[in-house]
């Protein structure tokens, strides 16, 4: 995931929990599988407001150094992601979810929960997609699995996949907290299910393939990204 940290969040005046939320955002741009980069860039030796930002918080040089290495590593990185990996910027706004612009605290949350991969079969499927996936992608899906960054997670069956996605769609009755973390849940989810041939027509999907994709399309329509 790539996470474009805007100019405003070291901008305006701080507080201690955004604070303690920025350095668990900065920690989680280590990561291989994120990309947290500057808008405009980050330069090690300017005065912008990052610069000031850090020099204020942090009091330890090698602490310092850390962070400015994690947003210098960060400019290659995004390069290097795939043209379809999401993208999140951090703004001191409230969060705007269907244009990717979020707070610093639900940037976070969403780095916080793994990405996960819902199969039909967690045995079956996911060693399907293993020997199926080229070299460098395969390398990746087993060290994002080793780490804890992707998680397999067991369907059951078409229409167990589906009762699962009901599960996260948006609930207006739900509170602020739960609503959020459904679509959070949401949005770090990977659906893969196969076409299941239709008896009638082997060319065609099966009704219940056909009504599986339908219900994620569905979902995806209010949260676009």
Known sequence: MRVVLK????ETPTTAERDWALLELLRRGQSEFHAVICDPPFDRDGQDPANQWIRALVGNPGLQRLIEQTLVDGTSKAASLSAGAPTVFVHVQESDWARQRLSVLHTVALLRRSLRLLVENRRADFCFLRRLAPTRQRELLLRALDCG????????GLGEVKARLDELAPEPSA????????????LR????????????DRSEPSEASRDLLARCQALCEGDPW
């Open 175 to 186: 509170s602020a907290a739960e609503a959020l973390s459904r679509r959070i849940a949401r």
């Open 189 to 200: 989810l990977c659906v893969v299910f196969d076409r299941d041939s239709d008896a009638q």
């Open 7 to 10: 100019r405003s969040v070291f």
């Open 149 to 156: 960054e992707l998680e397999v997670e067991q369907g059951g």
